[in-house]
């Protein structure tokens, strides 16, 4: 058994540096605290990266989803199809607009939409697709396109997680209608609360900037209001806390590889079933996520692994099995999404960021590997 280590690792911490800092002082002395130049200069560090045509900043990855389904217009009576493991907000922002989220499983092994399972839940009522690229693993985006197009779907990506994933050498978020991000301190890079919406379509682009700022537009040269909007901008002493973090993104994904690639050397394989990355994509490890053996109580790990000083939790809800969802719809998930159930009962996310060593990665995963090995 590893030597127990006195400071407490979590799960997930941001990286901030003194620099962030004083650009974070420099806006707040200036006074213009909402949508100044750092939220313009965020947003074009997103174009550059993802090689899209626009980006918009706002307060957080829910409030980008939710944009996106008010411009693309659906409403009351749409169904929308979205896996069935994933943070709540995925679901949520379907009930927002009034529509039905249709839960599709997932495939237990990368936890991303099963592809296959697409087609059949696809009705007279279906207006779109939101695939989620969870954990930082890209899903099989190009078959979701080619099955839109045929049935006149828009797409739209929940990349929550996933900043500086490709698929076959593209951005994510670049291959729907829209790509969404979540700027949260559990991500790549962290605004506090935040939230980034890419898309390649002037008119999207246009609309979504009128409606995270009240519909304001300015018609016959006078500032006026062209629809019911919301207040979903972005303050920019948030925006300048994370554009240097930005130019630090891809050295940050290449340490995270390094300790993913130490926790998989040593983890227990024949209790733990590790990460698996499909040949289409690179992991960037938003998350290191294990399924644990059925025969393991989950719940009892993160509480030992706690004692032990070491932050671990669940990935993802399995969302149809949740109250709201299950009051609603009362599905019933052991039939229909046995994967997402069981990533959500048996999965672990392991501690993976900027501020951890390898010699911590060796710790956690001793400690993990004799847990569980103590029934
Ligand atoms: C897959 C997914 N979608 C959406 C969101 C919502 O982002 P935010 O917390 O910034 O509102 C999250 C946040 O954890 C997420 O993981």
């Known amino acids: 058994m590893a030597e127990s280590i006195t400071n407490f690792i979590p799960l997930a911490k941001p990286n901030i540096l003194e620099k962030d800092i004083l650009l974070v002082n420099e806006v707040l002395r200036s006074g213009m605290l909402v949508q100044g130049k750092y939220v313009t200069e965020l947003e074009n560090s997103f174009i550059q990266l993802a090689k899209s045509k626009y980006a918009s900043a706002v307060s957080n990855g829910t409030a ?95 990349a929550a997680c996933a900043l500086g994933a490709e698929y076959k050498e593209k951005h994510v978020g670049t291959f729907g209608h829209f790509g969404s991000f979540s700027l949260h301190p559990r991500k790549a890079i962290s605004s506090g609360e935040g939230g980034v919406l890419i898309t ?98 989950r719940d009892r790990i993160i509480e030992q692994m706690k004692l032990k000083n070491i932050g671990t939790n669940y990935g993802a809800q399995c969302m149809p099995y949740m109250q709201s969802f299950k009051e609603k719809y009362n599905l019933n998930c052991d039939m229909l999404f046995p994967h997402a159930l069981s990533a959500y009962k048996r999965g672990l996310a392991l501690p993976i960021h900027d501020l951890i060593t390898e010699e911590q990665v060796e710790y956690i995963a001793n400690t993990l590997n004799y847990l569980i090995k103590q029934k």
């Not at 973090?245 to 590790?274: C, F, G, P, T, V």
């Open 200 to 297: 390649d379509i002037e008119y999207h682009d246009t609309k979504v900037k009128i409606l995270r700022n009240h519909g304001t537009e300015i018609i016959n040269g006078k500032m006026d209001f062209s629809d019911f909007g919301f207040n979903y901008r972005m303050t920019d002493f948030q925006a300048a806390l994370v554009v240097s973090q930005m130019n630090r993104l891809k050295e940050s994904i290449a340490h995270k590889k390094k300790l993913a690639k130490r926790y998989s050397n040593l983890l227990d394989s024949s209790l733990i079933q590790l990460p698996h990355t499909p040949n289409y994509t690179e992991h960037t490890w938003q998350t290191y996520h294990v399924l644990l053996h059925e025969t393991i109580n």
């Open 64 to 158: 980008t989803l939710h944009l996106a389904l008010k411009v693309l217009g659906v409403k009351e009576g749409d169904e929308v199809i979205v896996p069935a493991f994933s943070y709540m907000a995925t679901a949520n922002v379907i009930e927002l607009v009034g529509a039905k989220p249709i839960f599709v499983d997932i495939d237990i092994q990368t936890f991303n939409i099963d592809v296959h399972k697409i087609e059949a839940n696809i009705s007279k009522k279906t207006k779109a697709i939101i695939p989620v690229h969870e954990f930082g693993l890209s899903c099989d985006i190009e078959p979701i396109i080619e099955i839109a197009k045929r049935y006149n779907l828009y797409v739209i990506e929940d």
